[in-house]
């Protein structure tokens, strides 16, 4: 299960995930994340209370930053775990996607 918490600030849209991205909830990021690519030119992912990531939840990520470069849009992840960050790593994901500390994404 995943919990996703929208704001609107400065010109971006972030959305606070919290829970599990596994396969009974990357659809749900999917929809709002999608969504929010159609009509927003910067959308952050904050990873700060996500703990766990699946395969189902990579691809979310990578539909996500397919669809803000087709766009023009920016995709960034900021706050992620060491955990979550290793998973990055291997998977070669942390080579496509924009991944910031939160200092760095609020500017």
Do not use: C, H, W
Not at 9 to 32: H, I, K, M, P, W
Not at 36 to 42: F, G, I, T
Not at 90 to 103: A, C, D, K, Q, Y
């Amino acid at each position: 299960m995943i919990s996703i918490n929208k704001v609107k600030e400065d010109g971006r849209v972030v959305l606070f995930l919290s829970g599990r991205l596994d396969t009974a909830s990357a659809a749900d990021l999917q929809s709002v994340l999608l969504d929010e690519l159609d009509s927003e030119k910067n959308v952050v992912l904050d990873f700060m209370n996500v703990e766990y990531i699946s395969s189902a939840g990579l691809r979310v990520l990578l539909l996500g930053e397919k669809k803000a470069i087709k766009t023009g849009a920016k995709q960034t992840l900021t706050n992620v775990s060491e955990d979550i960050m290793e998973v990055l790593r291997i998977t070669g994901f942390s080579n496509i996607l924009t991944i910031l500390p939160m200092e760095e994404a609020v500017q």
